[in-house]
T-cell receptor
């Protein structure tokens, strides 16, 4: 079956602009995760959805970052008033969601969106 | 603190050599999970293995093997008879209740492996 897909694969924007990054999880996966990977670093957790609700948003760096998943499938990560420091690869992952946060599930990652803020 | 350390930033080997990638972790959890992911130049993180803290058996999958040692808080990854296609960045990761929850993976900085013909 299809893996996690993310669009766009690359996004160039100017400082101060608003961007939306989209993630389409593996079909049937109810858990969805966003991570951010800066150059030369490992991915850092941003937010975790179980179904439509954000179960853990503790990794969002500030209130310029927001994510939604209105129908429990596709998710959109929204960044307002972008800054140069937001430049990174934004990775999305999904898992089956059966553990409900009480146990570990393997997360399967998409190819990422490379965001460059000029 | 919950932390994953991959001390080797870059490793360069010649094809057919064996190579070991080190991973050392810190956690307060008694139940935790450890992972290895591969990130080829395409950028997608590819899942390789998941191991829970109660299972210290070493694992072998083809040319890949993993050595989990709780006593030294290490989860090392060995590639036997390396191939050019193994060239990638490899990440070790940890999750656990006190590490922010089972759904939050804490990654190391990664080890870039270059396998030359």
């Amino acid at each position: 079956g299809a893996g996690v897909s993310q669009t766009p694969s690359n996004k160039v924007t100017e400082k101060g602009k608003y961007v939306e990054l989209r993630c389409d999880p593996i079909s049937g996966h109810t858990a969805l995760y966003w991570y951010r990977q800066s150059l030369g670093q490992g991915p850092e957790f941003l937010i975790y959805f179980q179904g439509t609700g954000a179960a853990d948003d503790s990794g969002l760096p500030n209130d310029r970052f927001f994510a939604v998943r209105p129908e429990g499938s596709v998710s959109t990560l929204k960044i307002q008033r972008t800054e140069r420091g937001d430049s990174a690869v934004y990775l999305c992952a999904s898992s089956r969601g059966l553990a409900g946060g009480k146990g570990q599930e393997t997360q399967y990652f998409g190819p990422g969106t490379r965001l460059l803020v000029l | 603190a919950q932390k994953v350390t991959q001390a080797q930033t870059e490793i360069s080997v010649v094809e057919k050599e064996d190579v070991t990638l080190d991973c050392v972790y810190e956690t307060r959890d008694t139940t935790y999970y450890l992972f290895w992911y591969k990130q080829p130049p395409s950028g997608e993180l590819v899942f390789l293995i998941r191991r829970n803290s109660f299972d210290e058996q070493n694992e072998i999958s083809g040319r890949y093997s993993w050595n989990f040692q709780k006593s030294t808080s290490s989860f090392n990854f060995t590639i036997t008879a390396s191939q050019v296609v193994d060239s990638a960045v490899y990440f070790c990761a940890l999750s656990g209740l006190f590490s922010g929850g089972y759904n939050k993976l804490i990654f190391g900085a990664g080890t870039r492996l270059a396998v030359h013909p």
